[in-house]
């Protein structure tokens, strides 16, 4: 079945430093979905990219949707405490077709 | 946040009894699902509905069955339990015409003892 891979699964940031996080598949993709679940809470959508090397950016963070349509990334400058959480990509090879899950990357800041 | 509830939120039982988890919406979103979630494999989709009665079947659906007769309402049930189905259970909703765009409810967390 449809794999996505991210990485890191863990990512330990300073305050204020910049990290990305990837999300790879083998396969080329319809779309790709960002969620950030906090610590204890349920996941909640950020953002959804559609085509080819489309970029968009929400305040600090910055979401990249590949030229192959097989990866993406999030990158999130001037970290903050209120970065904490696990970010998931989630994607479908077709229009409309069940979403998959990549395993999330977890994101922890030191003060 | 989404008008989604689940219950219960947190639940223990023997292995071997039936549990039924109902996920309710005030949204009147068509699409409905099932996830379980655990440790280093993410969001898994077990069921989904795209309409009153009408589901099918995810990427981890054996042991697990689903019923939806009204909008608002998703069941899921676990026929017989089993220490393996030890997780969080998130419910989520979406509209007809953003699928991927899914909001989540708070989530169950069942223990099979």
């Known amino acids: 079945g449809q794999q996505v891979m991210q990485i890191p699964q863990y990512q330990h940031v300073q305050e204020g430093e910049d990290f990305t996080t990837y999300c790879n598949s083998s396969?080329?993709?319809?779309?790709i979905q960002w969620y950030k679940q906090r610590p204890g809470g349920h996941p909640v959508f950020l953002i959804q990219?559609?085509?080819?090397?489309e970029v968009k950016k929400q305040k600090r963070l910055t979401f990249q949707f590949g030229e192959a349509k097989k990866n993406s990334s999030l990158h999130i400058t001037a970290t903050q405490t209120t970065d904490v959480g696990t970010y998931f990509c989630?994607?479908?090879?077709?229009?409309?077709?069940?979403?998959?899950f990549g395993g999330g990357t977890r994101v922890l800041v030191k003060p | 946040d989404a008008g989604i509830t689940q219950s219960p939120r947190h639940k223990v039982t023997e292995t071997g009894t039936p549990v039924t988890l109902r996920c309710h919406q005030t949204?009147?979103?068509?699409?409905m699902y099932w996830y379980r979630q655990d440790p280093g494999h993410g969001l898994r989709l077990i069921h989904y509905?795209?309409?009153?009665?009408?589901?099918d079947k995810g990427e981890v659906s054996d042991g697990y069955s689903v019923s939806r007769s009204k909008t608002e309402d998703f069941l899921l049930t676990l026929e017989s339990a089993t220490s393996s189905q030890t997780s969080v259970y998130f419910c989520?909703?979406?509209?007809?015409?953003?699928?991927?765009?899914?909001?989540f409810g708070p989530g169950t967390r069942l223990t099979v003892t």
């Open positions: 989520a909703i979406s509209e007809l015409d953003r699928v991927n765009e899914q909001y």
């Open positions: 396969t080329t993709l319809s779309n």
């Open positions: 990219l559609v085509k080819s090397g």
């Open positions: 989630a994607a479908t090879k077709a229009a409309g077709n069940k979403l998959t």
């Open positions: 949204e009147n979103h068509r699409y």
């Open positions: 509905s795209y309409g009153v009665k009408d589901t």
